[in-house]
């Protein structure tokens, strides 16, 4: 792993660890997402708001873990989920890149990148064409040795959402939800940052 990878792990690790338990419109949590919009530039939101925060969660541990500006920030996931595989596709050289599930083996570090737990799956080829539509990614904070992938997100869980946990196993080489099989990954984002 990546001294990068290594970090995001750590971070969102240590941010489930803080949190853990809290629901979003509870303090500290509550202001703690309102950092994470800040972040993105939008000083108008916190824990409080009904807005998904998954993909701030997303890009302030990204930011923490030391990417700076090698990394799309967006609030929407499908934002970056489109320039990573974008990238990956043209074989432009950039630090992240957004790969198939079968096409690499999926190690901590990495973000994957799926549809939200009631939204029908999705598929990585129309991604590709497609910058704006509901979605969701965890980041990657283990993988045993059976291959079962587990993850740490934002606005999962219980409702009206916390950062939580999530466990998936493959199922034909694409990460499933074991808690939802209807939700699976599509895209794998890897750093190739030092």
Known sequence: ?????????????????????????????????????????????????????????????????????????????????????????????RPFLGYRPQEIAIAPGDILGMNRGSSPPIDYGWAAHHDDYSSHADIVVDVAADGTIHTIGGNVGRAPGEIGRKTFSLVSGAPVNDANANQQAFVVIRSFLP
């Not at 419109?25 to 708001?49: C, H, M, Q, T």
């Not at 923490?64 to 596709?89: C, E, M, V, W």
């Open 1 to 93: 792993m990546s001294m990068f990878a290594d970090k995001l792990v750590a971070k969102a690790t240590q941010e489930y660890d803080t949190y853990r338990n809290v629901l979003e419109n509870r303090s500290p949590l509550k202001e703690r997402i309102g950092a994470y919009w800040v972040f993105l530039g939008r000083s108008d939101l916190d824990g409080g708001d009904d807005v998904p925060w998954s993909a701030a969660f997303v890009s302030f541990m990204v930011n923490l873990a030391g990417a700076g500006a090698q990394f799309p920030y967006n609030s929407q996931h499908s934002a970056y989920f489109y320039r990573t595989i974008n990238d990956k596709l043209t074989r432009r050289s």
